[in-house]
């Protein structure tokens, strides 16, 4: 399980001002990616997929999928599809996923720099605590299985 909110402190008001925010590291293979490169990712139950900023995306070297057209709050857009890993050093869990390259034009005034929709949502379990700020995360152990930690 892992607290997830406002990197700066856990407040009732940073939730309400940010959202629920977490440490993540993306990259295409997280074993060659550079922890000092973790990044700050919000998590938006209203977003199918994960979506970080072209320029970003671009910077990472992550293979293409596809072109397409996606619709969000903003309008539609023509977007670029990557695929990358999303790694969570609070839960030491990574998983592929595909990944939507939008402008992340209102991040650049928050403290995050992508965003965490449904279909990685879909393995955790989150709870959200208004009235204390907190919000949890925790891995569904049918999708991550206890790795065996015994020693050799």
Do not use: W
């Amino acid at each position: 399980m892992t607290v997830v909110n406002s990197p700066s402190t856990f407040s009732r008001e940073s939730l309400l001002k940010q959202g629920p925010i977490l440490e993540v590291i993306i990259g295409y293979k997280i074993e060659q990616v550079d922890p000092s490169n973790a990044l700050y990712a919000l998590i938006d139950t209203g977003a199918d997929d994960p979506v970080i900023g072209k320029q970003f995306a671009s910077s990472l070297g992550l293979p293409i999928i596809r072109e397409c057209e996606v619709t969000g709050a903003t309008g539609k857009e023509e977007a670029t599809i990557y695929l990358g890993q999303i790694y969570v050093p609070s839960l030491e869990v990574g998983m592929y996923q595909e990944m939507i390259a939008l402008d992340l034009q209102i991040a650049q005034s928050r403290d995050y720099q992508a965003l965490l929709g449904r279909t990685f949502l879909q393995y955790f379990k989150m709870e959200y605590d208004g009235m204390t700020g907190t919000v949890t995360l925790m891995k569904n152990p049918k999708h991550f299985p206890q790795e065996d930690k015994q020693s050799p």
